[in-house]
């Protein structure tokens, strides 16, 4: 069927479709992935919130559940299997600037540069962290696009921000349950009940960023939907995250 010049059609007919824009949301996808954990991540920042008082929080939960945001829209107007490429994508990038962030650290400084120490606590991050960060987005975001593809079949196109804030929440549940206990738990510093406060609170806060940018998120897929001309539905898409189906 066809509605204001969007044509809704299969996954499967998409594949030799050309693609105007995917590569760019793809570009932005990982970008903005990469940049949050480099520039968001060392840094912990905090608010004044009325009532509650001052709340410390990681400075890159303000721009990294924009990476599921992006992640909705391709789902939403590409269909799984391109999204699921961005998804590896995103996943190769990050295991390389942990691999280059690695060498670069562990290279010695020469004489006279002060900044090793500086370098070194922005740069060399905790195995741990790292293993537990990757883990976590990986199976948070093949969670989030999962759970998109499936609600925008049996809500047959309607409805889109129950499905990307519903799977935002699976998602970003999922990402939460999985980092927070695999880089912190047993730690010294982090009791249990201090751990499971911080990946509430911060589960709250993804969620919330999340539904604040519905507008946004409304708009980028409109445009992008009229923009290529079609609305993918994964009815008959084969959803493992290992197959190369485009």
Known sequence: ?????????????????????????????????????????????????????????GAGILFFPVSYVIGDVLTEVYGYARARRCIWAGFG??????????????????????????????????????????????AGEFANSLVLAKMKI???????????????VVGQGIDSLIFYPLAFFGAPDWPVDA??????????LKVSWEALLTPITYAAVGWLKRAEGLDVFDRATDFSPFRTQT
């Open 1 to 57: 069927d066809q509605d204001g010049g969007v044509v809704a059609v299969s996954a499967e007919a998409v594949a030799a479709r050309p693609m105007r824009y995917f590569d760019f949301v793809m570009a932005a996808f990982v970008t903005i992935l990469l940049l949050s954990n480099v520039i968001g991540a060392g840094k912990r920042a905090v608010i004044d919130l009325p009532v509650i008082g001052a709340w410390p929080f």
């Open 93 to 138: 990038a990050m295991l390389f600037m942990v691999f280059m962030s690695w060498v670069v650290v562990k290279l010695p400084p020469a004489d006279g540069w002060t900044g090793q120490g500086a370098y070194e606590s922005v740069f060399g991050q905790v195995p741990r962290i790292v293993l537990a960060s990757i883990c976590a987005f990986w």
């Open 154 to 168: 049996w809500t047959e196109g309607r409805h889109l921000w129950t499905r990307t804030i519903g799977s935002t």
């Open 195 to 204: 751990m499971l406060m911080v990946m509430a609170s911060q589960f709250v």
